[in-house]
């Protein structure tokens, strides 16, 4: 048993930082650092990045193109990246349809879709929420019927992370309303520009425009998008749902952003001192801090086993429900930090970017101006990717209940 | 980076828990508990046999050399058993303060016997008013001629009774709460003038309040240069700290199986309780606090004789505030998924909530850590 990462983990981890520094523009860092969204085009570059570097697909084998990580680069990887502020990947080609495709699609499918997800050429997005079928996702309504070589879909998806800028949808589709809700499901892959599709916008409180709603009016989707077998889609949405859990705490971003909240409260006063001195709130900051590394620690303890045999059983729920709550921790703290300021709620302040223009600017400090519309962003954490509630459903059964 | 236990780890853990299993029973420790020693003589040289009371001590007085990490295997053993005999304040807290003064032959002379499980030594450190304050030593230690004289008392001395040597700290110069001027002594609890007010501890243990009067000990039984034993007594204090924060994860580990295996059995309502959403949330919290428990339990074991003493500090706090928490959200919840059979003498799960309970006040509780892990960020 040790700590300390190995002497070639040590350096790759030196490969990354030194990757970091010739490749991460201070634009961009700006912006993720200080909390600001990040477009379509700033996400699709740092993609092309790393995709010249070889890194574009991190997660995958060798076969298909990716750099041959094992589960700890990765960690070290998107550790280092958090903490230069780097994008956050999205997950929806890389990690979620690619390896769908990769196990059960065919060779034309993997030849057609993988290398773009890789090069940052096509964007995907994830059709998997309808109105009446969240977290019990087998009750979803989205019908496609056969007809010929395509299947004619009708339907409506929601909870749509950044559809507005995809090309893609990978969506679950029901093929047999007859059969046992889970044995009529099949996963089709959609171009968005397919006549027929609708993207609408959903406003979140944070006032952000992150999610939508789709629908499909008589969208025709050649039958050779289907991947694997008609009414066989659920086996491949649960090997989705089950793959690449083990770095869902965050723990990069969570270092990341609690040096931000020391900072912050070491730069408010109060009663004359620095707030940070206060003991109560002292206090709650080592708490976090705490909690943070006790994850951190379980977090590494899961990799290790990993390198031995996959996870098997409730780690990918411990890491996912103590890791929303810390992160949701983090964020409320981080406001409250900056009391009053966080009061300003200026959507432009927020969107402000990198280049200080003054027209653009909140009242107060300007890292609070960001503080609170976060707050509100991170109560999604503990809702998406199977509720808090769903992840302890799945340990209670792990443990046998 | 690497979380898997040696080999040797683990035979050392399955050699502890196979000799508890078969020797100590929970019949077995409610009968100990109720002897007036409070602990059995006759278990302790089971112990000795397999070498636990040896696994610390040095090689050269007869040890095994080992060090937290073996500890930690065997450490969880102890708690889930309800282990009455003194390992974490002999084998481990008493062995590690020794160590630092192998040099000396009384200290050597004394490491030898604890190896063996001839001899048994415990720390007398804290003192009353101080709480967890390792600074505030108020007992001191004159010097006449050839012969120190102690003077004080000691608070909740942990099996004082069955030690066969105190290791006292007392104060050579300066005043309570002074970093210099503290010194350590052999002495033997026979000695004229230890007075012992014993008393059973909340979770079956024996400890007691010593008292100090014109205590005479041979100058030769004071611990490494008059007034500089501080260090050392904080070393070996943290040493069992991690020993402390394993031993009770073992413990929660024990109380979460047996609360699983009870809601599988009890039927209300025509079913298993375990059926209710509720007490599976319940449950899924419990044990999401104790694989945090679990992984700062690791932590500790692995910086518990770190030689960069804030980062040591900072683990070690850390791993008592998260180990604090889980012990009592465990501890309390299993007593509650029980209902009223939680609250009776008869099951195991009381005796293991009151072990928790006595860990979560032992060196330091949550608050008080927290306190201290958020003093030295500043610093």
Redesign the interface.
Known sequence: MRLEFTDEEQAFREEVRSFLRDQLSPEISAKVLAGYELGREDHLEWQRRLHRRGWGAMGWPVEFGGPGWNSVQQYIFEEESALAGGPRLIPFGTKMVAPVIMAFGNVAQQQRFLPKISAGEEWWCQGYSEPGAGSDLASLKTRAVREGDHYVVNGQKTWNTLGQFADWIFCLVRTDSQAKQQSGITFLLIDMKTPGITVRPIMLMDGGHEVNEIWFENVRVPVENRIGEENRGWTYAKFLLGHERTNIAGIGIAKRELARLKHIAASERQNGRPLIEDPLFAAQIAQIEIDLWALEITNLRVLSAERKSPAAGPEASILKVRGTEIHQAISETLMRAVGPYALPFRREAMEAGWQFDPTRESPGPRYASTLAASYFNQRKLSIFGGTNEIQKNIIAKMIGL | ??????DE?RQLHDVVERYLNEQYPFDRYKSIKNTAAGWDASVWRGLAELGVPAITVPVEQGGLGFGP?ETLAMMGECGRSLLLEPVLFSAVIGTALLRAFADSEPAAELLAGLASGEKIAVPAHFESGARNDSQWVGTTARRVGALYELDGHKAVVMHAGAADTLLVSARTSGEPGDAKGVSLFLVPRAAPGVVLDEYPTVDGRRAADVYFKGVEVPAENRLGPEGDALRAIEAALDIGLAALCADAVGVMQAMLDAT?EY??QRQQFGQPI??F?V???R???M??HL??????S??A???CTHEDSLERRRALS?AK??IGQAARFIGQQAVQLHGGMGMTDELQVSHWFKRLTAAQLMFGDSDTH??R??AL??A
């Open positions: 980076m690497n979380f898997e236990f040696s780890q990490l699983v809601v599988r375990g059926r959403q007490l599976q949330h449950i899924a919290d044990l999401i694989e945090q428990a679990r992984s700062m690791y932590l074991a692995l910086r850390a505030v998260v927290l306190q892990f958020a960020k500043r």
